[in-house]
């Protein structure tokens, strides 16, 4: 392929609910300008629709793949190993590219060929208000990506370009079923050269409806996905921090259980959360367990 031609990458379960938002996404992708496009569409998981699966397919423009479990970390490992151009992105199935994103991005890697990656701004798009991803002195997260990281998520979904020799298949192999943006940008600020641009290029949608991040699996999978984030080679104090927040992704687990009054899940996540950094602040919540001990 020519050095224009730019992968993305999109994983989608192609349910019916789902199907104008797809078809908008793919459509903000066709729409790049100034670059040869080739979707990789990943279609994740026993709910997809026949009929809109028999279109994407049928549509040369694209390469399709059809997963049958729903596993969007396998998803994203399947679209990399599908990637043989030089350059790569991915876009979440209801968000969109902003015109001449991609170009944007491609521009920035080729003046400055010492950067892995670029990543840009985003605008976040809820049902009455937009707002940008991040805003304020850009060179500071990218003098210290990694830890700005601890601070706030910089990695959104579609806001990124990647170059393919130098951000392999083992970026994506381990990722967990969720905050998997947390964990790539981990990954980035920890082995690459970061490039990063204040202007937005990607529409975030943080209401769709039937989102994974708005599910309980999502709300009660943190714990585990944080867990993932301290296999990953990383500073001691950066480890540190993760420990803080896996403690408080358990406390929020023994919260939720012991309001579901299942007492062996809740204390099981407390003990978990009592572990580690700042573990003390949490030993408040054991006036909870007593209290519902002595209820009737």
Same mark, same amino acid.
């Given at each position: ?8 990458? $999109? ?10 938002? &797809?078809? =908008?996404?793919?459509?903000?992708? &066709?729409?790049?300008? @100034? ?7 990943? $279609? ?7 009929? &809109? ?16 479990? *729903? ?5 994203? =490992? ?5 990637? @043989?151009?030089? +350059?790569?992105?991915?876009? @979440? ?22 950067? @892995? ?23 500071? $997260? ?5 830890? *700005? ?10 806001? +990124? &370009?990647?170059? !393919? ?23 980035? *600020? !920890? ?33 585990? *996905?944080? =867990? ?38 809740? +204390?099981? +996540? ?12 949490? !030993? ?13």
């Amino acid at each position: 392929m020519d050095q224009q031609t730019i992968s993305v990458i $999109i994983p989608t379960k192609a349910h019916p609910s789902r199907r104008a938002l &797809l078809r =908008r996404a793919i459509d903000s992708v &066709l729409a790049q300008e @100034d670059v040869r496009v080739v979707p990789i569409v990943v $279609i994740n998981g026993p709910e997809r629709d026949p009929e &809109l699966r028999s279109e994407i397919i049928a549509d040369r423009r694209f390469r399709v793949v059809t997963l049958e479990n *729903a596993d969007l970390p396998a998803a994203l =490992r399947t679209g990399r190993e599908m990637v @043989d151009s030089k +350059w790569f992105a991915e876009l @979440d199935d209801d968000d969109v590219l902003m015109p001449r994103a991609l170009i944007s991005r491609l521009d920035a890697l080729e003046k400055q060929p010492e950067f @892995d990656l670029v990543v840009t701004n985003g605008v976040m798009r809820g049902s009455d208000s937009d707002k940008l991803n991040f805003d304020g002195d850009v060179s500071a $997260i990218e003098a210290d990506p990694l830890r *700005a990281m601890l601070r706030q998520n910089w990695l959104l979904p579609g806001s +990124w &370009l990647c170059r !393919s020799d130098t951000v392999g298949i083992e970026f994506f192999t381990g990722i967990p079923r969720f905050r998997e943006c947390t964990y790539l940008g981990l990954q980035f *600020a !920890s082995r690459l050269r970061i490039k990063f641009l204040d202007c937005p290029t990607v529409v975030y949608h943080t209401d769709t409806p039937h989102s994974e991040s708005k599910s309980q699996a999502y709300f009660l999978g943190v714990a585990d *996905a944080t =867990r993932r984030m301290l296999e990953l080679r990383l500073p001691p104090d950066v480890l540190d921090h993760i420990r803080r927040w896996l403690g408080d992704a358990c406390s929020t687990n023994a919260h939720y259980y012991l309001h579901e009054k299942d007492l062996t899940k809740a +204390w099981g +996540w407390y003990r978990q959360s009592l572990r580690g950094p700042g573990g003390w602040r949490r !030993s408040l919540l054991a006036r909870r367990f007593a209290y519902a001990l002595l209820r009737p």
